[in-house]
T-cell receptor, first 115, second 110 residues
């Protein structure tokens, strides 16, 4: 297992276009998280899944954002009608939830630039 | 609302110094904590994690401690090296969702 993979690494899009990012977690991990990070800030929580169920969504996740995790494996994050304020690094993490804290493993992120 | 503060925000030191990075939570009910390192433009690399039954963890030149009564954590870096230059982030407080601080930007010069 090579860790958490995110695709693409970079995405440049025009304002108003839709974009979709993919995250492949560590295979045995049942939880998957999406975060957003802007320059000079710490990552901000967006949403998380346990298996295929989306358990929590941040208020940061407007109705233009949607995330899915079909079959409890990979996840996609879609942003519709992108705005310049959506420019950020989108980070995915996964963890194994067993009732105790096993720590998060992050991917390398997808850097989105909206022009 | 849980908020995380990291002090100092930035630090520039000559190599060889021992360093202390601080992290504090507004809500002291912290059950788990994880320290990460982030290089510019990259993802986060886990350094240390402290589970609910633990008070500190050590890995090589790094030691992290957690004082649950005060909601504070400290990351100690011994004998700093230029390769330690990065942003260090702490995150807690529980298994369901990690909340991050804004980080400490560390530069270690030769």
């Amino acid at each position: 297992d090579t860790g958490v993979s995110q695709d693409p690494r970079h995405k440049i899009t025009k304002r108003g276009q839709n974009v979709t990012f993919r995250c492949d977690p560590i295979s045995e991990h049942n939880r998957l998280y999406w975060y957003r990070q802007t320059l000079g800030q710490g990552p901000e929580f967006l949403t998380y899944f346990q298996n295929e169920a989306q358990l929590e969504k941040s208020r940061l996740l407007s109705d233009r954002f949607s995330a899915e995790r079909p079959k409890g494996s990979f996840s996609t994050l879609e942003i519709q009608r992108t705005e310049q304020g959506d420019s950020a690094m989108y980070l995915c993490a996964s963890s194994l939830y067993t009732g105790t804290f096993e720590g998060y493993t992050f991917g390398s992120g997808t850097r989105l630039t909206v022009v | 609302k849980q908020e995380v503060t990291q002090i100092p925000a930035a630090l520039s030191v000559p190599e060889g110094e021992n360093l202390v990075l601080n992290c504090s939570f507004t809500d002291s009910a912290i059950y788990n904590l994880q320290w990460f390192r982030q290089d510019p433009g990259k993802g986060l690399t886990s350094l240390l994690l402290i589970q609910s039954s633990q008070r500190e963890q050590t890995s090589g030149r790094l030691n992290a401690s957690l004082d649950k009564s005060s909601g504070r954590s400290t990351l100690y870096i011994a004998a700093s090296q230029p390769g330690d230059s990065a942003t260090y982030l702490c995150a807690g407080p529980n298994t369901d969702k990690l909340i991050f601080g804004t980080g400490t930007r560390l530069q270690v010069f030769p």
